[in-house]
Protein backbone atom coordinates (compact mmCIF):
# COMPACT_ATOMS: atom_id res chain seq x y z
CA UNK A 1 0.00 0.00 0.00
CA UNK A 2 1.40 2.81 -1.09
CA UNK A 3 2.51 6.03 1.68
CA UNK A 4 3.87 9.36 1.18
CA UNK A 5 5.60 11.22 3.87
CA UNK A 6 6.75 14.51 3.83
CA UNK A 7 9.26 16.40 5.82
CA UNK A 8 9.77 19.24 7.18
CA UNK A 9 5.88 19.47 8.41
CA UNK A 10 6.52 23.32 9.22
CA UNK A 11 9.13 25.36 8.15
CA UNK A 12 10.42 29.17 8.75
CA UNK A 13 12.67 30.67 6.82
CA UNK A 14 13.69 34.85 6.01
CA UNK A 15 12.79 35.92 2.62
CA UNK A 16 15.94 34.94 -0.22
CA UNK A 17 16.46 31.70 0.88
CA UNK A 18 16.26 28.72 -1.34
CA UNK A 19 14.30 26.11 -0.06
CA UNK A 20 13.91 21.78 -0.46
CA UNK A 21 11.24 20.17 0.57
CA UNK A 22 10.97 16.56 0.63
CA UNK A 23 8.59 13.69 0.01
CA UNK A 24 9.21 9.90 0.28
CA UNK A 25 6.75 7.16 -0.97
CA UNK A 26 7.07 3.33 -0.18
CA UNK A 27 6.00 1.84 -3.78
CA UNK A 28 8.41 2.73 -6.27
CA UNK A 29 6.75 1.42 -8.72
CA UNK A 30 4.61 5.04 -9.36
CA UNK A 31 3.97 6.64 -12.75
CA UNK A 32 4.24 10.20 -11.62
CA UNK A 33 4.42 12.57 -8.95
CA UNK A 34 2.71 15.67 -8.15
CA UNK A 35 3.02 18.61 -6.37
CA UNK A 36 0.37 21.17 -4.68
CA UNK A 37 0.05 24.33 -3.02
CA UNK A 38 -2.55 25.13 -0.33
CA UNK A 39 -3.11 28.56 0.97
CA UNK A 40 -4.98 28.47 4.13
CA UNK A 41 -8.54 27.82 3.70
CA UNK A 42 -8.72 27.15 -0.14
CA UNK A 43 -8.35 24.47 -2.85
CA UNK A 44 -5.25 22.62 -3.97
CA UNK A 45 -3.14 24.41 -6.94
CA UNK A 46 -1.15 22.01 -9.09
CA UNK A 47 2.32 23.22 -9.38
CA UNK A 48 4.28 20.20 -10.94
CA UNK A 49 3.75 16.73 -12.16
CA UNK A 50 6.95 14.67 -12.87
CA UNK A 51 6.35 11.58 -14.69
CA UNK A 52 8.39 8.39 -14.17
CA UNK A 53 10.36 8.50 -17.09
CA UNK A 54 11.49 12.36 -16.54
CA UNK A 55 13.97 13.18 -13.23
CA UNK A 56 13.45 17.23 -12.80
CA UNK A 57 10.44 19.06 -13.92
CA UNK A 58 10.84 23.20 -13.70
CA UNK A 59 8.31 26.11 -13.30
CA UNK A 60 9.92 29.50 -12.90
CA UNK A 61 11.57 28.94 -9.55
CA UNK A 62 10.42 25.99 -8.66
CA UNK A 63 12.41 22.60 -9.72
CA UNK A 64 10.69 19.24 -8.61
CA UNK A 65 12.68 16.03 -9.00
CA UNK A 66 12.17 12.80 -8.74
CA UNK A 67 14.18 9.41 -7.62
CA UNK A 68 12.05 6.16 -7.91
CA UNK A 69 14.95 3.35 -6.75
CA UNK A 70 15.57 5.69 -3.00
CA UNK A 71 11.64 6.57 -3.06
CA UNK A 72 12.11 10.08 -2.57
CA UNK A 73 10.88 13.65 -4.50
CA UNK A 74 12.08 16.96 -3.75
CA UNK A 75 10.89 20.45 -4.35
CA UNK A 76 13.43 22.71 -4.49
CA UNK A 77 12.34 27.16 -4.38
CA UNK A 78 14.82 29.14 -5.11
CA UNK A 79 15.11 33.12 -3.66
CA UNK A 80 12.10 32.19 -1.41
CA UNK A 81 9.34 35.81 -1.32
CA UNK A 82 6.97 35.91 1.11
CA UNK A 83 4.23 35.30 -1.35
CA UNK A 84 5.36 31.44 -1.56
CA UNK A 85 4.02 30.98 2.27
CA UNK A 86 1.42 28.55 1.81
CA UNK A 87 1.06 24.58 2.32
CA UNK A 88 3.32 22.31 -0.03
CA UNK A 89 1.58 18.76 -0.52
CA UNK A 90 3.10 16.06 -2.80
CA UNK A 91 0.83 13.42 -4.13
CA UNK A 92 1.60 9.96 -5.59
CA UNK A 93 -1.01 7.72 -7.41
CA UNK A 94 -2.14 4.97 -5.55
CA UNK A 95 -1.19 1.46 -7.06
CA UNK A 96 -4.51 0.28 -8.17
CA UNK A 97 -4.46 3.38 -10.75
CA UNK A 98 -7.38 5.45 -11.93
CA UNK A 99 -5.19 8.20 -10.42
CA UNK A 100 -6.28 7.84 -7.09
CA UNK A 101 -4.01 10.16 -5.26
CA UNK A 102 -2.14 9.17 -1.76
CA UNK A 103 -1.28 12.65 -0.53
CA UNK A 104 1.53 13.41 2.33
CA UNK A 105 0.78 15.38 5.48
CA UNK A 106 2.23 18.72 3.96
CA UNK A 107 5.02 21.09 4.78
CA UNK A 108 3.59 24.75 6.13
CA UNK A 109 6.17 27.13 5.02
CA UNK A 110 6.19 30.28 6.28
CA UNK A 111 8.99 32.66 4.62
CA UNK A 112 9.01 36.34 6.13
CA UNK A 113 10.09 39.73 5.05
CA UNK B 1 -7.04 26.14 -18.25
CA UNK B 2 -8.60 23.34 -16.47
CA UNK B 3 -11.60 24.38 -14.13
CA UNK B 4 -13.03 22.41 -11.55
CA UNK B 5 -15.92 24.45 -9.61
CA UNK B 6 -17.75 23.55 -6.17
CA UNK B 7 -21.01 25.00 -5.92
CA UNK B 8 -20.51 26.48 -2.79
CA UNK B 9 -17.24 28.14 -0.35
CA UNK B 10 -19.15 27.51 2.41
CA UNK B 11 -22.44 25.76 4.09
CA UNK B 12 -23.64 25.68 7.29
CA UNK B 13 -26.58 22.61 7.60
CA UNK B 14 -28.14 21.16 10.85
CA UNK B 15 -27.88 17.79 11.80
CA UNK B 16 -30.34 15.45 10.51
CA UNK B 17 -30.07 17.37 6.74
CA UNK B 18 -29.77 15.90 3.40
CA UNK B 19 -26.91 17.72 1.93
CA UNK B 20 -25.82 17.95 -1.62
CA UNK B 21 -22.11 19.37 -2.65
CA UNK B 22 -21.93 19.88 -6.45
CA UNK B 23 -18.39 20.10 -8.33
CA UNK B 24 -18.42 20.63 -12.44
CA UNK B 25 -15.33 20.53 -14.44
CA UNK B 26 -14.95 21.65 -17.91
CA UNK B 27 -12.36 19.82 -18.97
CA UNK B 28 -14.13 16.66 -20.51
CA UNK B 29 -11.73 14.73 -17.45
CA UNK B 30 -12.53 11.17 -17.40
CA UNK B 31 -12.05 10.77 -13.82
CA UNK B 32 -13.98 12.55 -10.22
CA UNK B 33 -12.86 12.62 -7.12
CA UNK B 34 -14.02 13.67 -3.50
CA UNK B 35 -11.84 14.49 -1.05
CA UNK B 36 -12.52 15.32 2.72
CA UNK B 37 -9.51 17.34 4.60
CA UNK B 38 -9.49 17.77 7.97
CA UNK B 39 -6.69 18.99 10.48
CA UNK B 40 -3.69 16.26 11.33
CA UNK B 41 -5.80 13.53 8.80
CA UNK B 42 -5.05 14.96 5.80
CA UNK B 43 -7.02 14.39 2.73
CA UNK B 44 -8.77 11.00 2.72
CA UNK B 45 -10.58 10.40 -0.64
CA UNK B 46 -14.51 9.93 0.08
CA UNK B 47 -15.62 8.48 -3.33
CA UNK B 48 -14.49 8.44 -7.38
CA UNK B 49 -15.80 8.05 -10.48
CA UNK B 50 -14.27 7.21 -13.36
CA UNK B 51 -17.12 7.26 -16.02
CA UNK B 52 -20.34 7.98 -15.81
CA UNK B 53 -22.44 6.41 -13.88
CA UNK B 54 -19.71 4.11 -12.66
CA UNK B 55 -18.13 5.00 -8.65
CA UNK B 56 -16.17 3.06 -5.98
CA UNK B 57 -15.97 3.60 -2.96
CA UNK B 58 -12.76 5.46 -1.32
CA UNK B 59 -10.82 4.84 2.14
CA UNK B 60 -13.81 6.69 4.03
CA UNK B 61 -17.36 6.34 2.41
CA UNK B 62 -19.38 5.32 5.65
CA UNK B 63 -22.13 8.34 5.64
CA UNK B 64 -21.81 9.61 2.19
CA UNK B 65 -22.83 8.60 -1.44
CA UNK B 66 -22.33 10.37 -4.65
CA UNK B 67 -24.09 10.81 -8.46
CA UNK B 68 -22.22 11.33 -11.64
CA UNK B 69 -25.21 11.06 -13.83
CA UNK B 70 -23.26 13.64 -17.11
CA UNK B 71 -19.53 13.82 -17.58
CA UNK B 72 -18.75 16.95 -16.18
CA UNK B 73 -20.56 16.66 -12.89
CA UNK B 74 -19.71 14.80 -9.57
CA UNK B 75 -22.20 14.71 -6.62
CA UNK B 76 -21.85 14.36 -3.00
CA UNK B 77 -24.54 13.79 -0.87
CA UNK B 78 -24.68 13.70 2.93
CA UNK B 79 -27.56 11.31 3.56
CA UNK B 80 -27.90 12.51 6.84
CA UNK B 81 -25.77 15.24 8.08
CA UNK B 82 -23.90 14.51 11.15
CA UNK B 83 -21.44 17.12 13.12
CA UNK B 84 -18.49 14.88 12.56
CA UNK B 85 -19.13 15.64 8.76
CA UNK B 86 -18.08 18.98 9.42
CA UNK B 87 -14.85 19.69 6.69
CA UNK B 88 -13.08 20.99 4.18
CA UNK B 89 -14.18 18.89 1.38
CA UNK B 90 -12.17 19.03 -2.00
CA UNK B 91 -13.46 17.98 -5.61
CA UNK B 92 -10.73 16.84 -7.92
CA UNK B 93 -10.67 15.70 -11.65
CA UNK B 94 -8.09 14.02 -13.97
CA UNK B 95 -7.79 12.48 -17.47
CA UNK B 96 -7.52 8.78 -17.93
CA UNK B 97 -4.44 8.03 -19.06
CA UNK B 98 -2.01 4.96 -20.00
CA UNK B 99 0.17 3.21 -18.29
CA UNK B 100 -1.25 5.47 -15.63
CA UNK B 101 -0.18 9.28 -14.38
CA UNK B 102 -1.93 12.23 -15.47
CA UNK B 103 -2.31 15.49 -13.10
CA UNK B 104 -5.21 16.58 -10.76
CA UNK B 105 -6.51 19.61 -10.94
CA UNK B 106 -9.16 20.81 -7.45
CA UNK B 107 -11.54 23.15 -7.03
CA UNK B 108 -11.60 25.76 -4.73
CA UNK B 109 -12.98 23.71 -2.13
CA UNK B 110 -16.34 23.80 0.35
CA UNK B 111 -16.02 24.67 4.20
CA UNK B 112 -19.19 22.32 5.32
CA UNK B 113 -20.29 22.75 9.16
CA UNK B 114 -23.36 20.96 10.54
CA UNK B 115 -24.37 22.32 13.55
Known amino acids: KQEVTQIPAALSVPEGENLVLNCSFTDSAIYNLQWFRQDPGKGLTSLLL?????REQTSGRLNASLDKSSGRSTLYIAASQPGDSATYLC????????????FGAGTRLAVHP | DVKVTQSSRYLVKRTGEKVFLECVQD?????MFWYRQDPGLGLRLIYFSYDVKMKEKGDIPEGYSVSREKKERFSLILESASTNQTSMYLCASSPTGWPGGTEAFFGQGTRLTVV
Open chain 1, 50 to 54: IQSSQ
Open chain 2, 27 to 31: MDHEN
Open chain 1, 91 to 102: AAPFSGGYNKLI
